[in-house]
C-alpha cells in the first residue's frame, strides 16, 4: 500500500517507555520522508513539547497539539486554533472540580498550572518543568485552548462523569493517560485536526496511516484509511476500535517496525 501521509500519536506510540524518540524509529521516519512522505505529530501535549520531539526525529512534520486544539505545519505556520469560551474555563475551574487535582492551561505563549504534579512531572525531560505555577482562580481564562487535570485515575473518572453530564455538549473531553483529564473545545478531535492536514495536502484518508494507543486516538485513527493499535493500547480503545489491525508494543519501536515491513526497508 503507497501510503503518503503517517499520522501518529506520541506517548504510548511513537516515542519509548521513556518518552524519548529511539534511534530506529528517526532514522525509518526519515527514510520515509526521503520517499515523499509526509508526517503528522498529534498529541494531547503543548505544542512546544511537539516542536521538540519533531527535532529529535530530523524531520519535518505537521503538528496536531493540545488534541488538535492548534495545528501547525511543517514552518510552524498556524493552520488552525480554537479556544475554550473564557467563561467555560472559569467554571470548569471552580474548586469543586480543581480542588484536589493538579489543574494546567494550556495558552499559546504561556502553560500556567495550580501546583506541581509528580505523575506529570515524571514524563518531562527536562529539569525544569516548562510551565509556571500561579494562581488559576484569579485567572480570567482568555485565550485558554485546553484544561488538563492531574490526578489518579478514579479520581479523574468521577471528574469525567460530571463534566460529561454538565459539559458533553460544550466541550471536548477525553483522557490523554489515566492520570491526563483533557478539556477543549467543543468540535475539537484529533481527528478533526487530520482532516484539515489531509485537505491542505491534498490527500485522500486511504493514502494515510494512523498509529495510536490512548482515548484521544479514537478520532485519529477513525478518520485515516488505515488504523493501526499499539500492543499497548488501552482497552477503551480496543473496544472503540475492535476491528483495527495491532501491531508491536511502543517499547520496541513499534511503529517504526510495522512501517519498515510496510514500506519493505532494509534493516
Not at 503507497?2 to 506517548?11: C, N, V
Request: hydrophobic fraction near 45%; proline fraction near 4%; glycine fraction near 8%.
Amino acid at each position: 500500500m503507497p501510503y503518503r501521509l503517517i499520522a501518529t500519536d506520541l506517548d504510548g506510540t511513537l516515542l519509548d517507555q521513556h518518552h524519548a524518540v529511539t534511534p530506529l524509529t528517526a532514522a525509518t521516519l526519515q527514510a520515509l520522508r526521503a520517499r515523499g512522505v509526509a508526517l503528522v505529530l498529534a498529541t494531547g501535549r503543548h505544542y512546544r513539547d511537539v516542536r521538540a520531539v519533531r527535532e529529535a526525529l530530523g524531520v519535518p512534520a505537521y503538528l496536531i497539539s493540545s488534541n488538535g486544539a492548534r495545528v501547525h505545519g511543517e514552518e510552524d505556520e498556524l493552520i488552525f486554533g480554537i479556544d475554550i469560551e473564557a467563561e467555560l474555563v472559569r467554571e470548569i475551574s471552580a474548586p469543586e472540580f480543581s480542588g484536589d487535582v493538579a489543574m494546567h492551561y494550556f495558552m499559546d505563549e504561556n502553560w500556567l498550572a495550580n501546583r506541581r504534579s509528580p505523575l506529570l512531572d515524571a514524563l518531562i525531560r527536562e529539569e525544569e518543568p516548562p510551565y509556571a505555577v500561579a494562581d488559576l482562580q484569579g485567572h480570567g481564562g482568555e485565550g485558554v485552548y485546553k484544561v488538563l487535570y492531574v490526578a489518579p485515575h478514579e479520581h479523574l473518572l468521577g471528574l469525567e462523569r460530571v463534566l460529561r453530564e454538565r459539559y458533553g455538549d460544550r466541550l471536548y473531553i477525553t483522557f490523554s493517560l489515566d492520570f491526563c483529564l483533557e478539556v477543549m473545545a467543543a468540535g475539537v478531535s484529533k481527528g478533526e485536526a487530520l482532516k484539515l492536514v489531509l485537505d491542505k495536502l491534498g490527500l485522500a484518508a486511504e493514502t494515510c496511516i494512523a498509529f495510536g494507543d490512548g482515548q484521544n486516538d479514537v478520532e485519529l485513527l477513525r478518520t485515516a484509511g488505515h488504523p493501526r493499535l499499539m500492543g499497548n493500547a488501552h482497552a477503551r480503545l480496543r473496544g472503540a476500535l475492535p476491528d483495527a489491525e495491532q501491531i508491536y508494543h511502543h517499547a520496541d519501536s513499534g511503529m517504526a517496525r510495522h512501517l519498515r515491513e510496510a514500506f519493505a526497508l532494509a534493516d
